[in-house]
Every structure is written in C-alpha cells, then in structure tokens.
C-alpha cells in the first residue's frame, strides 16, 4: 500500500548469513558483500574525501602532485633504508596472517572493462605500469550522493568470509571440494594462477585471492584444515548432528577463535597498547561482554582498505624458506618468482607446507616502515604482466584514486597536530619537499608510513584509522563472539573455554603437524616467548558442545 518500496525485513537467524546481510537488523545492508564503502566524518559531519572535482577526478589528477613512481624511488626504495630491515619482535606471520584478514575485510571492486580512457599512466620508467581506477565513471552503478564511491566485493565482518565465502554459490562449492583433498581443493584444471608444472592447479576457497601468495595459500589451507578438525570432533561429540548443523556450529566456533586473536593477539602488535586502550579493542572479561551497538555501521571504510591497512605491505619479507625441525634453513626461494602460484606447496603433495609453515613461524617479518622489498617495489606480478608493477606506487595511486585526503588533513581528524612545514618529517624532509609543493599535499600512505608508532608498530595515524575500523567492527558486529545473546550467541562456559584456550600457536601447530613452536606465533621465540610442545599448549574443550541427545 506504499508504493512499492519496502523495507527489508530480516529474520533473528541463529547463525550470520554467508552474504553478511541481516547482521544489523534495522539496516540489513550494512557490512554486506558488494556494497559501498564508507568514509569517516570530520568534526563539521563532512565526509573525508578529496577528489579533484569533489566527484570523481583523482586527487591531484592531472599535474598536482608528483609522479607516484618518483614517490616510491625516493621514500620506499630499501637501498635507502638500514642493512637489517627484519624486525626484531614480530615473526614472518605477523605478515602471512595480515593479508589473510585484509581478505576478511576488503576486496575493492575493479572494472571487468579495461577502458583505455581510464587510466592513469606513469612516466615510463618501468614500462607500461598503469593504473586502472576502480571505478569508471560511466558504470552509474557505484555511484552514490552524487560521488564516485568504491565498493567492497567481500563481507566487511571479521567472519572468515575468506573460508566461507561471501555468497551461497561459492560457500556450496568450496564446501563440497573441502572434505576430499589435503590441501586446498582445486577445480578441475583451475584458473586465475600460474601453474608452471602440468601438475599445478590453481585452487579454491571463499577467496578468489588465495593463490596470490604462498604464504596467503597456506593460511587459507590452515583454516579449511582447522574447520574440518573441528567439524570431525564436534560431530563425534554430537553424533545426531546432521551436516548442516554440525557446518554451522563449526563456523560460529572458528569465527569466535578468528575475532579472538585478531583483538587480543594480532591488533596489539599493529597498533600498540595505547590505541588498543582508546579504542576498546582488547577482550576484558572472562565470559559474556555485550558491546553491541546497534548504531554502528561496520562497513568497511575506505581509507582504511586504501591506505591504513596497506601498512602489511612493509612487513614482506623477499624470499620464502623452508626450515627443518633445527630450524635452520634448507631451502629459500624468491618471493617475486612464486607469486599467483600454488606450485611451491602443492608440489611433491604437499611435501614443503611444514617447512614453509615453520619458517613463517620462527623467522622474522620486515619492519614496518616506508620500505618495500624490491621484488614487489620493481617485479610485482612480472610473470604474468612483464615487465611488472610497483605495489609501493600502486598504493599511492589507488589512494589518489580512491579520493583519500592528505595527510595532514587526516592528522588533524586524529587530533594530532598538523605538520606546519616539511621538517617535522625529519629524516625524509628534504625528499617529500623536493616532491610535493606544499606540506599539506603529501598523501596518507607516505607521511603515515614515515611516522614512528609504539614498539615497533603502526603510527599514530594509522594506528588512528585503523583503531577506528576495529572497534567499528567490534561493536558493530550483532554476532560478536562475546555476545550473550540468547538465539544466537554461545553459552558463557563456551566463550570462557573460547578465551582461555584459543592460541594461533595451536592451531598451526596441530594442524601443520609441528612438533614445537612458541606460544605467541606472532612474537618470535624469545626467553619470554620460548619454544614448547605443541600437547603443552591448552586445546579447545568440544564436550562443551554436547547436546543432549532427544529421549528415545
Ligand atoms: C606477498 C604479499 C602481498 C602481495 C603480493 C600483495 C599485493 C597486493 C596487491 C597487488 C594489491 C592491489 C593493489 C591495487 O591495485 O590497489 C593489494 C591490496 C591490498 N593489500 Fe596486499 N599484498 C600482500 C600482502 C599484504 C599484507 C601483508 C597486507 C596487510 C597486512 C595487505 C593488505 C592489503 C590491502 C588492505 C589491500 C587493499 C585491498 C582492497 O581494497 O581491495 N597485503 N595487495
Ligand atoms: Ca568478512
């Protein structure tokens, strides 16, 4: 009776849909797959966005800002930075476990058209490394208020949309291949990677991003290995579980684990402990904490997904290896040789996952700072798209692309003093004021990245953003693990036994078959942080899961 148009009503489901839908009950939209991303709000309520023309034209499109390849030569090439770019606390999976949750949250929407008209070319220092913006302007469909406005193909959740996938139709087909193959299931023959053996098959996951580096195959392979544990144990627990119910129930516990460490192991080693306190993020009862707000809107935001959560970036180290249980190197290959390539762990079934898995776990990642490895600053992709991009440049890019304002407009946001003159860069500033005309035209990526965060970490930009977007998706999320909530949340014995036990430590090991590791994965092995038995690490208590069976 009013015209047409209704509201979508959503039903008080037990478990999340796969699409991400429904999750806010009065706005069935928000953090759901294929929908816009946000911008955050100044003080006044204006969005923070900065393109050229307020609508579309890249910022600083045509002649306003410097070349992004001349950028990345003088701020990011690691020649210019200290001979030891390894960190000295976080492991090489502080990297591998970054990109995996990246791929939880975000995958922006490029245009299936390759419109010549669209794109931005770089001087032709490395031929050909263009860019292509991810969105046109004739495609209406991504447009809203009146402004070119990206949107995110995946669910913005923290809620393994990676494993699960973000629709029914891709969850039904990684689902049916997951129980058959020790590693990742593969559609027959496979595409979207190289197989440079006939042997190579491009495989399949809730991400179609999951070949583009070993390191990312690999902990998409820990997950599919960590749901099918779990769903076996749960399933003998509770033998009159039918398949649907023992999937769902499985899910809600490997999301629960995934939220856990991402606040309470991996965000402190990001953003520090400051910022974890600004912005509520760590876990600080033992059971029940509803922190649900029903205001919040979780949708990823879109400076985060172009600049802020690009910091991983920094932390690639350049080659990959395989250790033995010393722990001394056998192998090591080059990163930029095996990127799209499933060939390094799928080759001889699997025999080099333990090494590879051992490594990430006991060496270091790079530092987080403005430098990225050559093979990804000069060779990224050079296999496929010879002679190969620069990811360092393409960030810069995508950033203008993407209407994220300057730096100092975002230090103020953050109520941090803007940067009166190019000094205050310190180190850099004679480079970004040959570079850049005015201070205030320095992009995020750049005059963030060159900050010094805590311990090691992000800095207070980033660490700004990103804390933002964190806790946005804490208390936004209707089924955050900790929920009490009746229909859809666990008992409190669960979340206590969730809190308690979960390490990421014990899932690579018991599902990567280690003998030892250290208790925080993503902190080196240190006196503080000592190699143990994987049996020395506490395991998950299923029996909680037990259902009494019906009478008979
Ligand atoms: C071998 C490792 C990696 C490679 C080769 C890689 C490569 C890429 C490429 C090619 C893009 C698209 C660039 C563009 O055209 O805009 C991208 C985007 C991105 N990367 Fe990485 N990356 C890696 C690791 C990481 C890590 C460790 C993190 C974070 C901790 C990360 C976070 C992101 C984010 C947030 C985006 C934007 C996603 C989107 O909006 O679609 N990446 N990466
Ligand atoms: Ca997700």
Same mark, same amino acid.
């Given at each position: 009776s009013h015209g047409g148009w209704r509201k979508q009503t959503c039903p008080r489901t037990k478990y999340r849909t796969l699409d991400g839908s429904c999750n806010n009950l009065q706005n069935p939209s928000w953090g759901k797959a294929k929908t816009t991303e946000r911008r955050l709000e100044d003080a006044s309520g204006r969005p923070m966005e900065a393109y050229e023309d307020g609508r579309s034209i890249p910022r600083g499109y045509p002649h306003h800002l410097p070349d992004a390849r001349l950028v990345s030569n003088l701020i %990011? =090439? %690691? &020649? !210019?930075? $200290?001979d030891d770019q390894f960190d000295n606390i976080r492991s090489g999976e502080v990297m591998g476990f970054g990109q995996i949750l990246a791929h939880d949250l975000i995958e922006t929407q490029l245009p299936s058209v390759y419109n010549p008209a669209s794109r931005y070319i770089f001087p032709k220092e490395i031929a050909v490394l263009h860019l292509v913006v991810t969105a046109l302007e004739d495609q209406q469909l991504y447009w809203d208020v009146c402004r070119r406005e990206q949107r995110n193909l995946v669910t913005s959740y923290i809620d393994a949309s990676f494993l699960y996938g973000s629709s029914k139709e891709l969850n039904k087909k990684t689902e049916a291949a997951k129980q058959l193959y020790n590693l990742l299931p593969t559609v027959h023959g496979g595409s979207g990677c190289q197989m440079f053996q006939k042997t190579d098959r491009c495989p399949i996951a809730g991400d179609e991003r999951s070949a583009e580096a070993p390191q990312l195959s690999l902990n998409h392979l820990l997950f599919v290995r960590q749901h099918n544990r779990v769903a076996i144990r749960l399933h003998n627990v509770n033998p009159h579980w039918n398949n649907e119910k023992v999937f769902q129930e499985t899910r809600r516990i490997i999301i629960a684990q995934l939220q856990h460490i991402v606040y309470n192991h991996y965000l402190p080693l990001i953003i520090g402990p400051s910022a974890m306190a600004r912005y509520e993020l760590l876990s600080t009862r033992p059971g029940f904490d509803d922190v649900y707000d029903s205001e919040v809107d979780a949708s990823i935001v879109n400076s985060f997904g172009a600049a802020a959560w690009r910091f991983g970036h920094s932390l690639i180290m350049p080659d990959i290896s395989e250790l033995e249980s010393d722990f001394k190197t056998v192998k090591l290959h080059t990163l930029e040789n095996n990127l799209e390539s499933p060939h390094l762990w799928q080759a001889n079934g699997g025999r080099s996952v333990k090494g590879i898995t051992r490594w990430l776990a006991a060496k270091p990642a790079q530092k987080i700072d403005n430098f990225l490895i050559d093979g990804l600053r000069n060779k990224l992709f050079f296999i496929s798209q010879p002679p190969g991009f620069d990811l360092f440049s393409l960030n810069i890019q995508r950033g203008r692309d993407q209407g994220v304002p300057a730096y100092n407009d975002w230090r103020e946001f953050c109520n941090l003093k803007r940067f009166a003159s190019f000094y205050e860069f310190g180190e850099f500033a004679s480079r970004l004021s040959r570079l850049y005309r005015s201070v205030d035209d320095v992009d995020l990526y750049i005059g963030a990245l060159l900050e010094k965060g805590e311990n090691g970490g992000v800095g207070p930009t980033f660490a700004c953003i990103i804390g933002i977007q964190y806790h946005r998706l804490k208390v936004g999320d209707r089924f955050w693990y900790e929920s009490s909530d009746r229909i859809s949340g666990l008992s409190e014995e669960q979340i206590y036994a969730i809190k308690y036990s979960t390490l990421f430590s014990k899932l690579w090991c018991n599902n990567f078959e280690h003998v030892k590791i250290q208790r =925080?994965?993503?902190? !080196? $092995? %240190?006196? &503080?942080?000592p190699l143990t038995t994987c049996e020395g690490l506490p395991e998950l208590d299923l029996d909680l899961w037990r259902e009494e069976k019906a009478k008979k």
């Amino acid at each position: 009776s009013h015209g047409g148009w209704r509201k979508q009503t959503c039903p008080r489901t037990k478990y999340r849909t796969l699409d991400g839908s429904c999750n806010n009950l009065q706005n069935p939209s928000w953090g759901k797959a294929k929908t816009t991303e946000r911008r955050l709000e100044d003080a006044s309520g204006r969005p923070m966005e900065a393109y050229e023309d307020g609508r579309s034209i890249p910022r600083g499109y045509p002649h306003h800002l410097p070349d992004a390849r001349l950028v990345s030569n003088l701020i %990011s =090439d %690691s &020649a !210019l930075g $200290p001979d030891d770019q390894f960190d000295n606390i976080r492991s090489g999976e502080v990297m591998g476990f970054g990109q995996i949750l990246a791929h939880d949250l975000i995958e922006t929407q490029l245009p299936s058209v390759y419109n010549p008209a669209s794109r931005y070319i770089f001087p032709k220092e490395i031929a050909v490394l263009h860019l292509v913006v991810t969105a046109l302007e004739d495609q209406q469909l991504y447009w809203d208020v009146c402004r070119r406005e990206q949107r995110n193909l995946v669910t913005s959740y923290i809620d393994a949309s990676f494993l699960y996938g973000s629709s029914k139709e891709l969850n039904k087909k990684t689902e049916a291949a997951k129980q058959l193959y020790n590693l990742l299931p593969t559609v027959h023959g496979g595409s979207g990677c190289q197989m440079f053996q006939k042997t190579d098959r491009c495989p399949i996951a809730g991400d179609e991003r999951s070949a583009e580096a070993p390191q990312l195959s690999l902990n998409h392979l820990l997950f599919v290995r960590q749901h099918n544990r779990v769903a076996i144990r749960l399933h003998n627990v509770n033998p009159h579980w039918n398949n649907e119910k023992v999937f769902q129930e499985t899910r809600r516990i490997i999301i629960a684990q995934l939220q856990h460490i991402v606040y309470n192991h991996y965000l402190p080693l990001i953003i520090g402990p400051s910022a974890m306190a600004r912005y509520e993020l760590l876990s600080t009862r033992p059971g029940f904490d509803d922190v649900y707000d029903s205001e919040v809107d979780a949708s990823i935001v879109n400076s985060f997904g172009a600049a802020a959560w690009r910091f991983g970036h920094s932390l690639i180290m350049p080659d990959i290896s395989e250790l033995e249980s010393d722990f001394k190197t056998v192998k090591l290959h080059t990163l930029e040789n095996n990127l799209e390539s499933p060939h390094l762990w799928q080759a001889n079934g699997g025999r080099s996952v333990k090494g590879i898995t051992r490594w990430l776990a006991a060496k270091p990642a790079q530092k987080i700072d403005n430098f990225l490895i050559d093979g990804l600053r000069n060779k990224l992709f050079f296999i496929s798209q010879p002679p190969g991009f620069d990811l360092f440049s393409l960030n810069i890019q995508r950033g203008r692309d993407q209407g994220v304002p300057a730096y100092n407009d975002w230090r103020e946001f953050c109520n941090l003093k803007r940067f009166a003159s190019f000094y205050e860069f310190g180190e850099f500033a004679s480079r970004l004021s040959r570079l850049y005309r005015s201070v205030d035209d320095v992009d995020l990526y750049i005059g963030a990245l060159l900050e010094k965060g805590e311990n090691g970490g992000v800095g207070p930009t980033f660490a700004c953003i990103i804390g933002i977007q964190y806790h946005r998706l804490k208390v936004g999320d209707r089924f955050w693990y900790e929920s009490s909530d009746r229909i859809s949340g666990l008992s409190e014995e669960q979340i206590y036994a969730i809190k308690y036990s979960t390490l990421f430590s014990k899932l690579w090991c018991n599902n990567f078959e280690h003998v030892k590791i250290q208790r =925080d994965i993503f902190q !080196l $092995p %240190s006196r &503080a942080n000592p190699l143990t038995t994987c049996e020395g690490l506490p395991e998950l208590d299923l029996d909680l899961w037990r259902e009494e069976k019906a009478k008979k």
